[in-house]
């Protein structure tokens, strides 16, 4: 199982910050996406990307929201103004191939104020 | 559009007994179906998956699931079940055809294994 990290663990902001969230895939992978879970929910997928762009995205991820790769290792995910209902648990995925698994980060436990 | 259903929202089992979590779908396309775990304050763990072939499928830590395709089951279960087998099982689905394709997750059933 492919290693994934995620940074911050915690984050406490205040609404209306800005949130960058980290992912480190620490082998070379192909496929990215962002989840996140709101407590005591469903996990829903918030977007793809792969070959540097967005494949795909859900109706959650609005212009708040953008991903970027801006290393070729790191993979962010950016709130740009948060709001309370942004209060969640975020995971990183990654995949190394269109047909594979998807392997889990531990998450970053985000708590807009 | 796709969907899972986790009928329950809690399994309760005995230590030693069979354990099965339900898990029914729906998706356009053939389905490709995955189990995950979730311990307190961690990630999603992959325990297994079904993409095509035997209906059987052997996962991590004993578990194993049936693909059933006129029921659209994908039921996990495991023989006998352990105290430390108590956590939050996800079931989820995405499309076979769809390179890199979003998955879409169930509510959860809450497992709890009883001494």
């Known amino acids: 199982e492919p290693e994934v990290t995620q940074t911050p663990s915690h984050q406490v902001t205040q609404m209306g910050q800005e949130v960058i969230l980290r992912c480190v895939p620490i082998s070379n992978h192909l496929y990215f996406y962002w989840y996140r879970q709101i407590l005591g929910q469903k996990v829903e997928f918030l977007v793809s990307f792969y070959n540097n762009e967005i494949s795909e995205k859900s109706e959650i991820f609005d212009d708040q929201f953008s991903v970027e790769r801006p290393d070729g290792s790191n993979f962010t995910l950016k709130i740009r103004s948060t709001k309370l209902e942004d209060s969640a648990m975020y995971f990183c995925a990654v995949t190394s191939g269109g047909l594979e698994t998807q392997y889990f980060g531990p998450g970053t436990r985000l708590l807009v104020l | 559009a796709q969907s899972v259903a986790q009928p329950e929202d809690q399994v309760n089992v005995a230590e030693g007994n069979p354990l099965t979590v339900k898990c029914t779908y729906s998706v356009s396309g053939n389905p490709y179906l995955f189990w995950y775990v979730q311990y307190p304050n961690r990630g999603l763990q992959f325990l297994l998956k079904?993409?095509?072939?035997?209906?059987l499928v052997k996962g991590s830590y004993g578990f194993e699931a049936e693909f059933n395709k006129s029921q659209t089951s994908f039921h996990l279960k495991k023989p006998s079940a352990l105290v430390s087998d108590s956590a939050l099982y996800f079931c989820?689905?995405?499309?076979?055809?769809?390179?890199?394709?979003?998955?879409?997750f169930g509510t959860g059933t809450r497992l709890q294994v009883f001494p």
């Open positions: 079904y993409i095509t072939g035997d209906n």
């Open positions: 989820a689905v995405r499309r076979l055809e769809v390179e890199g394709g979003k998955l879409i």
